[in-house]
């Protein structure tokens, strides 16, 4: 019988599953997706509505997901500090994502402005070290159990 403290197997699986899932993710849209907004051209407004509307339906619930299971994990734990961390990480996540790049992407929603695609790169940094950093310390968590 698995302690309170331990995750189960399929845990441990979904926390993976996610967490790299999101790195992915989060890879993608911060390497190659927002450098790409360099240098849209034609219908800014349209190409920026598509990315927002295309993306959110795919993380979003992704991330409800993550939020779910890490304070579950957490609260299962006993508030141990080995899944007590990743749910702060995934909190950071929420606050960097809600309170930078959503409110960048509103401004480029409103035109196209170099100045603001530059900040929101520079902002996505701290989401992608949170989620790199995220995975790995759940990869951690599992080696060592």
Do not use: C
Not at 6 to 11: A, G, K, M, Q, W
Not at 31 to 57: E, K, L, M, N, Q
Not at 86 to 92: E, S
Not at 125 to 143: D, P
Request: a positive charge; hydrophobic letters at 55%; glycine letters at 8%.
């Amino acid at each position: 019988m698995q302690s309170a403290s331990t995750p189960t197997n399929l845990e441990y699986l979904l926390v993976l599953g996610v967490s790299w899932l999101l790195v992915g993710l989060i890879l993608t849209i911060h390497f190659v997706h927002y450098p790409s907004f360099r240098y849209a051209g034609g219908d800014w407004a349209a190409a920026h509505a598509y990315h927002t509307s295309a993306i959110g339906p795919l993380v979003g619930p992704i991330m409800v997901f993550e939020l779910g299971l890490a304070t579950w994990l957490a609260y299962r734990s006993g508030g141990s500090w080995v899944w007590v961390v990743p749910l702060v990480l995934v909190l950071l996540t929420w606050v960097n994502t809600f309170f930078q790049a959503v409110p960048l992407h509103n401004q480029l929603g409103a035109g196209y402005n170099q100045t603001v695609i530059e900040r929101l790169i520079k902002a996505n940094r701290l989401r992608t070290g949170l989620w790199v950093a995220k995975a790995m310390w759940v990869s951690w968590a599992f080696l060592r159990s």
